[in-house]
């Protein structure tokens, strides 16, 4: 704690620490960069609304979880897509059929930032590539290659 003076008034300064790791069941709360001039913007918002899809207003929010978790910034939009055809069928804002569809999030944005970190830091898909990391996240035969699909639909590869 430091104590300042200033002109008569004391000032009193705290540092607070917060824990460094982040449980599953908090609630990620996120500053989201300007996009409006990113062309991956531009590319996913195409891909949402030629489908009607209701994450179209997400798009920004996918384009951030990629950038803070080091994911390739179409994989999230396209577990979605998979998942819950871009939030058409997301209850409980499941937009990415987490826990087998049972997990519940406080928001759409909750649900993209949740699994983006789980994606980075959990031991299931810690230090993985996409392949490996859709094997884990589904390992049914032809999944990984859905997912890619739609991947190259949103965008082809860079």
């Known amino acids: 704690m430091r104590k300042l003076l200033f002109g008569g008034l004391a000032i009193v300064a705290v540092m607070v620490f917060l824990p460094a790791h982040i ?3 908090q609630v990620h709360t996120v500053v989201t ?7 991956r913007l531009d590319s996913l918002t195409r891909f949402f609304q030629r489908s ?3 994450a ?10 990629a ?34 569809g049972r997990a519940w999030f406080p928001s759409a944005t909750a649900a993209i930032h949740e699994v983006g970190y789980q994606l ?5 898909y810690r230090d993985k590539d996409v392949d ?4 884990a996240y589904n390992p049914n035969s032809g999944y990984a ?14």
């Open 56 to 65: 179209l207003r997400y798009a920004g929010e996918f384009l951030a979880a």
């Open 120 to 124: 980075t830091h959990s031991d299931l």
């Open 23 to 25: 449980s599953q069941r």
């Open 67 to 100: 950038d803070i978790y080091d994911l390739d910034w179409r994989l999230l939009p396209s577990i979605s897509f998979i998942e819950s055809t871009g939030g058409k069928a997301a209850p409980n804002n499941n937009l990415f059929g987490w826990d087998a």
């Open 52 to 54: 009607a899809c209701p």
């Open 145 to 158: 290659a859905k997912v890619k699909f739609v991947m190259r639909q949103i965008a082809p590869v860079e």
């Open 33 to 39: 960069p300007d996009y409006r001039s990113d062309w």
């Open 132 to 135: 490996e990391i859709l094997a």
